[in-house]
């Protein structure tokens, strides 16, 4: 188990156009070539959006993109036709395949913060779609069948536990709260990639909210 600090992220975005961007891997110019991507999971990016700030019109392609919003409204548009308002509890996906254009904003008059993961397919090309979760129950895993991927949202009280996924691959990010697995402590934006996991727990040190990624090899 390797755990990634909520400081040691690469710091980006335009602070003049009201974006802050967090990185959790090499990402546009920050460049590292020790952290590419881990088993599916080629980016985790935590952004923070001033109201009225947003990212216009621009393309992505062979990426399944997943986004968790954690505080706001996130408004998205695509070139396909969706047009979507994302809320906190709501799981968004959008499989980009062979090619599509969106636009995310905060139009709403309170900041907003989402984390955004990009995930790689396990079949390039192909049409784009779209989904989205309204209210994702806290015991229902959303699958990415296209990555060989499964996301679990947990949502724990002080003293409650899960179960880490018996996985190749395993990608925890904790969106708020203190958690424990295996005697390591972690706290917002702190993150552990873990690797052939067996019988793990996670352990909510206080009320918390964690994403974990279960990755086939």
Not at 42 to 71: K, M, Q
């Amino acid at each position: 188990m390797s755990i990634r600090r909520a400081g040691e992220r690469y710091r980006g975005g335009d602070a003049s156009a009201g974006i802050e961007s967090l990185h959790s891997f090499s990402f546009g110019r920050f460049y590292d070539p020790d952290n590419l991507r881990f088993g599916a999971v080629l980016a985790c990016n935590e952004e923070r959006l001033a109201p009225g700030a947003g990212f216009d019109e621009h393309p992505h392609s062979h990426t399944e993109i997943v986004t968790w919003v954690v505080d706001g409204e996130l408004t998205h548009r695509d070139s396909a036709g969706h047009a979507t308002v994302v809320r906190p509890g709501d799981v968004q996906r959008l499989s980009s395949a062979g090619g599509v254009r969106h636009v995310e904003r905060n139009d709403a008059d309170v900041p907003l913060t989402f984390v955004q993961m990009w995930l790689a397919p396990r079949d390039p090309g192909g049409e784009p779609s779209y989904e989205i979760v309204r209210g994702i129950a806290d015991s229902t895993p959303y699958a990415v069948p296209e990555a060989g991927a499964m996301l679990h949202v947990r949502r724990l009280g002080g003293g409650e536990r899960t179960a880490v996924p018996d996985a190749p691959f395993v990608y925890v990010h904790v969106v708020r709260g203190v958690v424990r697995i295996d005697g390591d402590a972690l706290g917002p934006g702190d993150a552990a990639r873990i690797t052939d996991a067996r019988g793990l727990e996670l352990t909510a040190a206080a009320p918390a909210e964690v994403l974990m990624w279960e990755l086939s090899g």
